[in-house]
């Protein structure tokens, strides 16, 4: 029985974000009464060179296509013809197979994949690449030609869904949500690290997490791990269901989440590039270049990675999606607590610059704000022995700070801590003096920041101390500065600064 295989390809590009988008028919036709098979195929070129260089990947994904098609009946094509506007692309793949090294360098990657697929085709020995015209108007198109232009029409479907995928991503309903947080949080943050993890899981949401730091869980479990855990042994369910942890090396356990710098992570990077870059010329002809040394990149994949979790690069490349094997996350947290750069270089710095720039993704920087877009419910909220100093704290701040000169200030914190039964005096007054000294300037908020960060360290720091000594009783007294009365203690407390 005679077989026959017709492809048909076109491409579509974006020469600022080196993206390509890909379309085409593949027809098996048969000799008699049995039925023609026909499939459509599309898919996503990240990193392409030039329009070129999509419509090679398109013969070679058509025939890819023909290849399975014939392998899954038992068959080997006895004509094929293969139709693409294209005619550098003929030129090339011809310059390729000979073999010389004549052809373009950067279609090399292209061109491979079709040497790899093409030469089953040519087995029958009836083999042609034949040239139509494209854009040709409906109502003087022959046939062939009205085809091409449907499979072009797709192929820039496809490409823009792939940029809506990255910029405009569907988030609605996802279970997802990434964060960034420190391998070493401050004392004044673990406690609201653990808080977030822990509230989120519980909610049903799975977090995508990179750690920024060489974490060593041997010493110490990070707080929101432990939070996730938490949760997660409470309900019964396996903590890798709850946390996908986006790695720099990768491991058994990454799920995909390794970061390797590839397909549709360039994207952002190509945008990006192009966003930043003073060249005009280049940005004109599409050749901005992307200069960026490893640590950077690898950083920059990182927090793709936790907007949109892993990929799968084939698909990406050669298939008929996008690649992304899970919805973009609903919100991110970056809690990695670092000031902005003008230059992005760590993957909290990159997610400033991504988030600006993505839609549907709603994004909170720092702690503080993050607790405040996210309010914790009260059914999950975790016991903090500290919980009164904060509040007392931030009400003192708050309400003080724009009438009260330094001094009098510190005064009035460190009465009110006195008073809740943290000590001693000497750690104390060091503790709320140089938060006061160095960040009064920074209002309210950066004052409270650095007034939370001293003292909770100095805590964590006693809480540890195995020399403790009890004070003497705390009695019944209006708090200074605010209007919340404190109920007597009823046992002596220690020491250990918190233990209320």
Known sequence: MSVRVEI??????NKDLRLGGYAGRVYIRFDGERKDILSKFNGVMAEAYNPDDVEMMAIAAGAERANELLGKLGETASKVNIYTDNKHAIAQYALFEEGAGDHYRAYTRSL???????PALKAGGDFNMDYVKAHVDDAEATPLEKLHNTVDRKALDVRWKAQDHVFKPDTIGSPFYGVIIPAFPSA????????????QAKQGMIARVAIMGAMDESKEPHPFLEGVRMAAKEDGRDVNDLLRQVSLQGDDNSRGYLSDSSTLDRVLLR???????????????????????STRMRHATIASRVVYGPQDDTKSQHGT??????????????LYESSRRKTPVYAGDWMDFYMGEINNVNYSRGVYNSLKAYPTPEAFRLHDPDAKLR????????GY???LEPGQLKQILLSNAKQLGYGPDEDVFNAFHNAVESHFKHGPVGLLKQCNKNIMTLIEAQRKSPEITPPSEIQKKSV??????QEAKEERRTLRLGTC
């Open 391 to 398: 509040s007392l704290l931030k009400e003192t701040v708050f």
């Open 188 to 199: 004044d943050q673990k406690h609201d690290l653990k808080q977030i993890a822990y509230a």
């Open 480 to 485: 200074e500065g605010s209007g919340v009365r």
């Open 401 to 403: 700070h724009a009438t």
């Open 112 to 118: 491979r994949k079709m040497h790899k697929q093409l």
């Open 321 to 334: 999606e996008t690649g992304r094997l899970e919805p973009a996350s609903q919100y991110v947290l970056n």
């Open 271 to 293: 945008h990006y590039a192009y966003k930043t870059s003073d060249d005009e010329v280049a940005k004109k002809n599409g050749r901005v270049p992307l200069n960026l040394e």
């Open 8 to 13: 048909i390809g076109d491409g579509s590009f």
